[in-house]
């Protein structure tokens, strides 16, 4: 240890803010500091070796604060064929709607290497549901994206992402799949109504989950409203 060093650590000031007359305190509250950061420094970067005393330790910290921070993050959108976003759809006393298909979005980002499932519910692949899959096939696709290109809801101009792979979703989600790097994901779920006619304006919501394992990561909703015609 430095001369330096020791000045710093031999001014009680650093660590409890005024004098501490008694030297064995001052010995117990040097050991406390350090093993605070200690631990601090290793929540979720595995094992850091602390060399150098207090001020070894001030450079893995900033080393590790953008790994410390970062995590998974999720939204969803419900939207017609056309890509336009929908909040409010309607249905005739035919139990028919308009529009007449649509586009359930969740968007994942940030998610590491590793495998993981996709869930949607209420599971549209039940038949009991308002809605369901989509009849004559293409009624699910996954999308790996580079890091900040996935959009809440894509527009029009840029309906689908890169690399779609055709999925299907049961009760369980979508069947696990695995990233070899950190990428932004989105599953596209195509459904129809099938709820029948409305006696009055009503709300459907769908809420979607990103797992590894038994361990929900991140989770998002979506509600859309409907009303008779």
Excluded at 47 to 70: D, K, N
Excluded at 103 to 115: E, K, S
Aim: glycine content about 10%; overall charge neutral.
């Amino acid at each position: 240890m430095s001369d330096h060093d020791q000045r710093e650590i031999s001014t009680p000031r650093h660590l409890a803010g005024g004098d501490v007359p008694n030297p064995g305190r001052r010995k117990f509250l040097i050991g406390a500091a350090i093993t605070a950061t200690a631990a601090t420094v290793g929540v979720g970067v595995g094992t850091v070796e602390a060399r150098g005393g207090i001020s070894g330790l001030i450079r893995p910290i900033s080393q590790f604060h953008g790994q410390l921070s970062q995590q998974i993050t999720s939204s969803m959108c419900f939207e017609d064929t056309g890509y336009s976003q929908v909040l409010q759809f309607t249905v005739n006393s035919k139990g028919q709607s308009q529009p007449g298909s649509f586009f359930i979005w969740f968007t994942a980002r940030n998610v590491p290497a590793g495998t993981y499932t996709i869930s949607i519910t209420p599971d549209p692949g039940d038949a009991t549901t308002p809605f369901r899959l989509a009849s004559g096939g293409n009624n699910g696709f996954l999308f790996v994206e580079s890091l900040a290109q996935a959009a809440d809801c894509p527009t029009s101009t840029d309906p689908n992402p890169a690399s779609p792979t055709a999925v299907s979703h049961t009760a369980d989600g979508v069947s696990p799949f695995t990233l070899t790097a950190t990428h932004d994901v989105q599953l596209k779920v195509h459904v129809d109504y099938s709820g029948g006619a409305l006696t009055g304006p009503t709300t459907f919501t769908f809420n979607g989950s990103i797992k590894s394992g038994a361990n929900t990561l991140s989770s998002s909703s979506v509600t859309v409203a409907a009303k008779p015609k």
